[in-house]
């Protein structure tokens, strides 16, 4: 349909902004001026604590500082009521006391308009004798039925929930005294067989649920058999141009306010669950409708909420559901929106579990939601046994798989770190995250690869290979036995030092610099500023001196070796500075799990095995001589000194002298 000339500037002109705003939202007393037309409020669009989202009565516009929603009035009321644009535009002119176009510009979109006013008009007469049947005398199974399955008559009020009687033409012969019959058949109520026979009652003996949209229109049914042996159990309407099932969540419009106070969504599996957590004081729940969840359904669960809680039943359907949705999630992930997980005990579904527990054990469960990413390494790692070198590494393939479909850059990052710890947490030492976070192997049995886990090697693509003659040469690759603390200082400041000189080239290593270990507390505070200014596009060098508050290139220059280092200036090439980074922050994480691996061994020697201390002693071993076979000249004294003496500890045998003399031997 299109609109004349000045129409909507019309309708802008006689609706203000904060009126159609302050509706869905509560206003900042401290922060709003109306007599500036300057209002502020929580944002509607993303949980928030602090109001950052912006609304100008003047300019017509709003603007949220924290998710970026922006536009105007017809934008918010398409946002918030999931309405298109012609939709939306009648609703504001409706409250402006506007009359809409005549349709001579679209006759098509005034005919189907009226068409489906005309279905509409239809779904709510059922309503109606679906309610009327069930409150008759007739009604008194479905009453007791519903009693049975603990449905209160104010709930049975609540929901609108009726009883279709159990007759092939109750509801034929109610639509054609209306005249309403050709509308019953297209919005699915009523079916018109396609040999030309007699229309017949689509839903017959059963309880009737209406579905309704987010602006309340009822636009289908789900039904549930009253006998026992009736086929199939559960019976929605067909899809119709009221009702699209991938589009449409049960409960949508009731739980989205009911959210903004609660503070999150429980997305259950059907509208049964739904009503039975609504019963029990959790009015912030949903549900899809007879099919898995959608595209289209998760866009409109997470502008309810950031991190719905997943609630679906305890059994094979429910986990095979789960599985599902995390497939659908991942690539669609970013910063605050995620998804947590309440897994229900096996065979009980919410309404179960509120039965035999009451409203405090669904709350339990609900606080224990277990996110995502937990989830995800749970599937990987329950579906096949993880007790051999090759299934590991299979294990292996299928994360770094999963991982790589996540779209953020920066989410991926976060996953990569969190399945690097849980897997160390499985296969490793007892120095999970610090092992994990170094990304060193540490045993042989961990096939761990020196690429994230989306499969993309150090710097997208700048894998440590043949070291470069500007490392050889520098103090970046020296670990420094006799001051591991000092040498460590020394590394990181070099490191950051080159950062902060060339942010130009950090982009291509933002993962590598903000999952390096950094000892050094003012360091720290470099590399997070660095890393947060990387995440939200600002210029690092700027962003590491307001978040310090002093010039973090003064600070690292005071560190000669730093100062000297012939990367640490100013404009050097992209491509080189993020090769040499690359392989530096490698480094320096291979240097401090080698010197915790040799702590934890000299700690464990008075309980360990001889022989399992002497294979940890020849993988550390094993590990250096890599390290040093890569490294510059430069570092190369101090790591054979240190080599040979782990192979004079391995070839004196120490934990055997250790067991005759029962001390530990001098080092």
Avoid at 40 to 68: I, L, N
Avoid at 238 to 252: C, D, I
Avoid at 505 to 529: K, Y
Avoid at 544 to 572: F, K, T, Y
Wanted: charged content about 30%.
């Amino acid at each position: 349909m299109s609109l004349p000339p000045g129409f909507l500037d019309e309708l802008r002109n006689r609706l203000t902004l904060s009126a159609v705003v302050g509706r869905k939202v509560a206003w900042d007393r401290r922060k709003t001026n109306p007599a500036r037309g300057d209002f502020w409020a929580c944002c509607p669009f993303h949980q928030e604590k602090t109001p950052s989202f912006h609304v100008e009565d003047r300019k017509g516009f709003y603007h949220c500082f924290g998710c970026s929603a922006s536009g105007d009035a017809i934008t918010f009321v398409m946002e918030t009521e999931n309405v298109p644009f012609i939709e939306a535009v009648e609703m504001l002119a409706r409250e402006a006391g506007l009359e809409m176009p005549d349709e001579r510009h679209d006759p098509k979109a005034g005919a189907r308009k009226d068409r489906l006013a005309r279905l509409a008009e239809a779904m709510e007469e059922a309503v109606r004798l679906y309610g009327r049947a069930l409150r008759s005398a007739a009604g008194q199974p479905a009453r007791d039925y519903a009693a049975q399955r603990g449905l209160s008559p104010e709930i049975l009020r609540r929901f609108e929930i009726g009883h279709a009687p159990d007759a092939r033409q109750h509801q034929v012969r109610h639509f054609r005294d209306k005249g309403l019959l050709d509308e019953a058949i297209a919005a699915g109520l009523v079916i018109r067989p396609e040999d030309g026979g007699a229309p017949y009652d689509r839903f017959r003996g059963r309880l009737m649920f209406p579905i309704r949209d987010v602006r309340g229109r009822c636009v289908a049914f789900g039904a549930r058999a009253l006998a026992p042996d009736a086929q199939p159990k559960y019976l929605n309407s067909p899809e119709t141009e009221l009702f699209s099932k991938g589009r449409t969540l049960y409960n949508h419009g009731p739980a989205r306010e009911a959210s903004a106070k609660a503070g999150t969504l429980i997305v259950a599996e059907g509208y049964t669950d739904v009503i039975a957590l609504v019963a029990a004081g959790f009015e912030h729940a949903v549900a899809p409708l007879g099919t898995a969840i959608t595209d289209e359904q998760l866009a409109l669960i997470w502008r309810i909420a950031d991190e719905p809680v997943i609630a679906l039943d305890g059994d094979e359907a429910g986990i095979k559901a789960a599985e599902r949705l995390i497939d659908l999630a991942l690539p669609k992930l970013a910063p605050g929106k995620s998804l947590r997980f309440c897994l229900l005990p096996p065979g009980h579904d919410p309404d179960d579990l509120i039965r035999a527990e009451g409203p405090a054990g669904m709350r339990r469960a609900l606080d224990a939601a277990r996110p995502l990413s937990e989830m995800l390494w749970l599937r990987e790692t329950s579906h096949e046994p993880i007790d051999t070198p090759e299934r590991r590494a299979a294990l292996d393939r299928r994360l770094r798989a999963a991982i790589g479909r996540i779209a953020d850059a920066s989410v991926r990052a976060h996953y990569d770190v969190d399945i690097r710890v849980r897997r160390s947490e499985l296969f490793g030492t007892g120095r999970a995250q610090q092992t994990a976070r170094a990304g060193w192997a540490g045993r042989a049995e961990r096939p761990w690869p020196r690429r994230d886990w989306a499969g993309r090697p150090p710097g997208q693509g700048l894998a440590p290979g043949r070291p470069m003659p500007e490392t050889r040469r520098s103090a970046l690759a020296r670990p420094g036995p006799a001051d591991p603390r000092g040498a460590a200082r020394l590394r990181e400041a070099g490191i950051l030092l080159i950062a902060c000189h060339n942010p130009h080239a950090l982009g291509a290593i933002e993962a590598e610099l903000e999952e390096m270990t950094v000892s050094t507390p003012e360091f720290a505070a470099i590399r997070d500023a660095l890393v947060a200014a990387l995440h939200e596009g600002a210029e690092p060098l700027a962003a590491a001196r307001a978040r310090i508050g002093a010039d973090p290139v003064e600070l690292l220059s005071r560190l000669p070796q730093a100062r000297a280092l012939p990367l640490a200036r100013p404009g050097r090439p992209a491509e080189k500075v993020a090769e040499l980074l690359a392989e530096a922050i490698a480094r320096h994480q291979a240097a401090l799990a080698f010197e915790a691996e040799i702590a934890d061994a000299v700690r464990e020697l008075a309980e360990a095995d001889g022989e399992d201390w002497t294979w940890r002693m020849r993988q550390a071993r094993l590990q250096l001589q890599e390290a040093a076979r890569l490294a510059l000249a430069g570092a190369g004294t101090d790591e054979e000194e240190t080599v040979s003496e782990i192979q004079r500890m391995l070839d004196d045998e120490v934990y055997k002298s250790k067991k005759r003399r029962g001390s530990l031997p001098n080092q």
